[in-house]
């Protein structure tokens, strides 16, 4: 490949939304930050979902049509413990909460709209399952840069609710206030959110990370460890940019072709994985390192992430793999009921977290 074509393809993967739907961007309306209410989900509502009038087989045979039968509800919530979710009406987040009820979590969603946007709300379209996984979830209305908000989250302490035994940060946005660029958040969020004009990496990215971990320790210094008796479980959403003064290139990458604004947002990111694998003994870090996510069924992400998988197969070091966000989140779920998961996970250890699952 000549040098004119290497510099270009160079250009290409790093100019491209290096983050297409990574996180949850946040979203206007802004709602009172001091609310923090309950929305949508009950069990019960859940289960009178799924309740439905059957005939029955009598004795001899014949067909009863008196017997009603009361069906199980599949995403009923589980007994595994609850997970908190920052950012859980999200792409990603809101993937993550579904795929944790699947697996038996309870789980509970903290984001500023509350519930999803309705495109991603049960509707004529989807199937009831999936209607039934979203009203399984307690979504919250809340804003993370209040750590007020997440902390009166898991202080709510009822005698019929399990403890939370994990938490997922999912928050984040690729184009922030002052990139120049924030309006195109519509078209590469994969919630379609649309950040404050005066939104900053460090306002959305670290500070609700640092709140989320700084309620997350006190909570599991009060539980004596985590959930479970030993360290509680800390997800954080990074990138694979992150890593790039790890590998080769990487460092050049940055500094001659990473945008301004790109540099920034590594920079966030950097600072809270740094805080996350200080010294911890309260938490497990395990941070997720994903290049783009994309999903099949969201055609307008396929050409940047096609883009991205040339560059991988090339072997050039600095570009990762994308992963759907399908096998990212059920590797989330995956490695917090692993106590061996700690640390930076990249495509490679997604692939392995979702091989041990199947």
Same mark, same amino acid.
């Given at each position: 490949?000549?040098?004119?074509?290497?510099?270009?393809?160079?250009?290409?993967?790093?100019?491209?939304?290096?983050?297409?739907?990574?996180? +949850?961007?946040?979203?206007?309306?802004?709602?009172?930050?001091?609310?923090?209410?309950?929305?949508?989900?009950?069990?019960?509502?859940?289960?009178?979902?799924?309740?439905?009038?059957?005939?029955?087989?009598?004795?001899?045979?014949?067909?009863?049509?008196?017997?009603?039968?009361?069906?199980?509800?599949?995403?009923?919530?589980?007994?595994?413990?609850?997970?908190?979710?920052?950012?859980?009406? %999200?792409?990603?987040?809101?993937?993550?909460?579904?795929?944790?009820?699947?697996?038996?979590?309870?789980?509970?969603?903290?984001?500023?709209?509350?519930?999803?946007?309705?495109?991603?709300?049960?509707?004529?379209?989807?199937?009831? =399952?999936?209607?039934?996984?979203?009203?399984?979830? +307690?979504?919250? &209305?809340?804003?993370?840069?209040? @750590?007020?908000?997440?902390?009166?989250?898991? !202080?709510?302490? !009822?005698?019929?609710?399990?403890?939370?035994?994990?938490?997922?940060?999912? &928050?984040?946005?690729?184009?922030?206030?002052?990139?120049? @660029?924030?309006?195109?958040?519509?078209?590469?969020?994969?919630?379609?959110?649309?950040?404050?004009?005066?939104?900053?990496?460090?306002?959305?990215?670290?500070?609700?990370?640092?709140?989320?971990?700084?309620?997350?320790?006190?909570?599991?210094?009060?539980?004596?460890?985590?959930?479970?008796?030993?360290?509680?479980?800390?997800?954080?959403?990074?990138?694979?940019?992150? %890593?790039?003064?790890?590998?080769?290139?990487?460092?050049?990458?940055?500094?001659?072709?990473?945008?301004?604004?790109?540099?920034?947002?590594?920079?966030?990111?950097?600072?809270?994985?740094?805080?996350?694998?200080? !010294?911890?003994?309260?938490?497990?870090? @395990?941070?997720?390192?994903?290049?783009? &996510?994309?999903?099949? +069924?969201? *055609?307008?992400?396929?050409?940047?992430?096609?883009?991205?998988?040339?560059?991988?197969?090339?072997?050039?070091?600095? *570009?990762?793999?994308?992963?759907?966000?399908?096998?990212?989140?059920?590797?989330?779920?995956?490695?917090?009921? =692993?106590?061996?998961?700690?640390?930076?996970?990249?495509?490679?250890? @997604? =692939?392995?977290?979702?091989?041990?699952?199947?």
């Amino acid at each position: 490949m000549s040098t004119k074509i290497t510099s270009l393809l160079l250009l290409t993967l790093v100019l491209l939304p290096t983050s297409i739907v990574r996180v +949850d961007a946040f979203s206007t309306p802004v709602p009172n930050t001091n609310l923090v209410v309950p929305s949508r989900s009950s069990s019960s509502s859940s289960s009178s979902s799924l309740a439905s009038t059957a005939a029955g087989s009598s004795e001899d045979g014949g067909v009863r049509d008196d017997v009603v039968i009361e069906k199980k509800n599949p995403f009923a919530k589980g007994g595994k413990g609850r997970i908190l979710v920052l950012g859980g009406s %999200g792409f990603l987040g809101g993937t993550v909460a579904k795929r944790a009820i699947l697996e038996g979590y309870s789980v509970t969603s903290l984001s500023r709209r509350g519930e999803p946007p309705p495109a991603e709300s049960p509707t004529s379209s989807t199937s009831n =399952d999936d209607g039934i996984l979203l009203n399984s979830i +307690d979504y919250r &209305i809340g804003d993370a840069r209040d @750590i007020n908000s997440i902390r009166s989250i898991l !202080n709510d302490d !009822n005698d019929d609710q399990q403890p939370y035994i994990a938490i997922v940060h999912a &928050i984040g946005l690729l184009f922030d206030g002052d990139s120049g @660029i924030g309006n195109f958040n519509r078209f590469v969020s994969g919630s379609g959110s649309i950040p404050e004009d005066n939104s900053t990496y460090d306002d959305i990215t670290r500070v609700t990370a640092f709140n989320a971990i700084d309620a997350a320790e006190e909570y599991a210094a009060k539980l004596g460890g985590g959930g479970g008796g030993g360290p509680l479980p800390f997800v954080f959403t990074s990138a694979a940019e992150a %890593g790039w003064p790890d590998v080769r290139g990487g460092k050049i990458v940055e500094r001659t072709l990473a945008p301004e604004w790109l540099r920034r947002y590594l920079s966030a990111k950097r600072t809270v994985e740094k805080r996350l694998l200080a !010294n911890n003994d309260l938490l497990r870090p @395990i941070i997720f390192r994903p290049s783009l &996510i994309y999903s099949l +069924d969201r *055609v307008a992400s396929l050409p940047p992430v096609g883009a991205f998988f040339v560059g991988n197969r090339l072997g050039l070091p600095f *570009v990762d793999r994308p992963v759907t966000v399908q096998s990212l989140s059920f590797a989330v779920v995956r490695a917090i009921g =692993d106590g061996g998961v700690r640390g930076v996970q990249r495509y490679m250890e @997604i =692939d392995e977290l979702n091989k041990l699952g199947r």
